[in-house]
């Protein structure tokens, strides 16, 4: 069954575009940072096409937008699709927008098609996915599925000092934040189109990924703490540098995660804050910050101990201070089997080749996952870059994945 005409291609192209040039950067760069200027008329302007298209929505109190077409049958958990529009500085227009905007093209090619929901479809635009503002990704599926509580998101600050607090109501984002919090079977399914971010699609030819699996990080912070001094008059034999017991660290985060017997282990050293950061002066203060992540619980969790108890080694024979602190544990999530098969269905039904894939990079499907049972949908982008302005995704690659969506929509919708 194709649902899909050039028509409705040339529509989403267009607002694609349009949204792409709602950006503190100018083109090809796109950034919309969580209730920027940019960021409020991008919402300002989503809210506008949903209305117009006919459908109703509402914000909840940190911004997660929620675009409804109701259903005959208001006793059923409505079905669910979505994904953000934020992006990190310097990025590129089709993460996360491509979910939105699909997801919305999607219910507009439903909706003219004259088919009628007995369910109702839900599309959600999630609320700071990306943790450029507050260092935490996904806040508003976060709260959504309850594993970021109302409290601590009242302690968010921005580098600059900014409270979460202050910045949604100054955003227009009215009620209590403990109201944000959803109950477990609230939608019925929720399905994620997204670009894959990676290259094997493309590399493959292969028109559309199911994901079976979504990998998920542990982030944590370790500080270590030595001794400074000139980087003349201390001897080799005496000093207790930070920075290298912080090296030699990282090597064992690395080895960790080549050593972990799971395929879907990665380990990534992203920070290194050193003080006092003079040519001269030995290193006497080292922040580093590792984001390590894996599908297996279990597999993350030994490799994560061997960190620690190598870290801790380490810096006992080079007498340094040694601080954990994580920044977040989150499990892994395994999409739901009856989900997976019945994209792979409408993909083939509707022509498209298709394989079974992993997520190693994690969206706000992982927190949807607490909610209710989930998939994704993933389409080719060129080369897999992603969070750069040269991300691309081809109208044709879009247009099938929005008619794979619609058309699961339209079953668990039915």
């Known amino acids: ?76 958990a409505p079905v669910a699709t979505g994904s953000h529009t934020d992006a990190i500085p310097n990025a590129g227009k089709y993460d996360g927008v491509v979910g939105v905007l699909g997801g919305l093209e999607s219910m507009r090619m439903l909706k003219e098609s004259g088919f009628e929901p007995r369910r109702s479809i839900e599309l959600i635009m999630f609320t700071a996915e990306e943790p450029t503002r507050f260092g935490i990704g996904c806040l508003g599926s976060r709260m959504m599925a309850g594993t970021t509580s109302a ?12 409270g979460l607090e202050d910045l949604r109501k100054a955003a227009g984002c009215v009620g209590e934040l403990d109201s944000v919090m959803l109950a477990n079977g609230v939608y019925s399914a929720f399905v994620e189109l997204h670009i894959e971010q990676g290259p094997i699609l493309e590399a493959e030819g292969i028109d559309i990924g199911v994901v079976e699996k979504i990998a998920a990080p542990a982030a944590f912070r370790i500080r270590l703490t030595g001794q400074g001094g000139h980087a003349g008059a201390v001897l080799m034999p005496g000093r207790r540098d930070a920075l290298l017991a912080a090296a030699e660290i990282a090597l064992v985060v690395e080895k960790a995660a080549l050593e972990s017997g799971s395929p879907d282990t990665v380990g990534t050293t992203g920070v290194l804050n050193v003080k006092p950061g003079a040519i001269n002066s030995i290193p006497c203060d080292v922040l580093m910050e590792v984001d390590f992540r894996d599908t297996d619980l279990i597999t993350r969790e030994q490799a994560l101990k061997q960190i620690r108890r190598e870290g801790e080694a380490i810096c006992s024979r080079r007498q340094i201070g040694f601080e954990w602190t994580f920044i977040n544990e989150d499990p892994p999530a395994i999409c739901d089997p009856g989900l997976v098969d019945l994209a792979l269905k409408v993909a083939a039904e509707a022509g498209c080749s298709t394989r079974r894939m992993i997520s190693r990079a994690y969206h706000d499907s992982l927190f949807m996952a607490r909610l209710a049972p989930v998939t994704m949908i993933f389409i080719p982008c060129h080369k897999g870059y992603s969070h750069r302005p040269d991300e691309f995704s081809s109208s044709a690659a879009i247009r099938k994945g929005v008619e794979v969506l619609a058309g699961t929509l339209r079953s668990l919708a039915s």
Do not use: C, Q, Y
Not at 52 to 74: H, K, M, P, Q, Y
Not at 151 to 162: H, Q, S
């Open 1 to 76: 069954m194709s649902t899909v005409s050039h028509e409705f291609v040339s529509r989403l192209d267009l607002e694609i575009e349009e949204l792409s040039l709602i950006s503190a950067h100018p083109s090809p760069a796109v950034t919309r940072v969580l209730f920027s200027d940019e960021d409020l008329k991008a919402r300002t302007w989503l809210t506008g096409l949903a209305e117009t298209s006919g459908f109703s929505t509402r914000t909840d109190a940190v911004g997660n937008l929620f675009i409804r077409w109701e259903g005959s049958d208001s006793s059923l």
């Open 151 to 162: 409290t601590a998101a009242r302690n968010l600050r921005d580098p600059e000092g900014k």
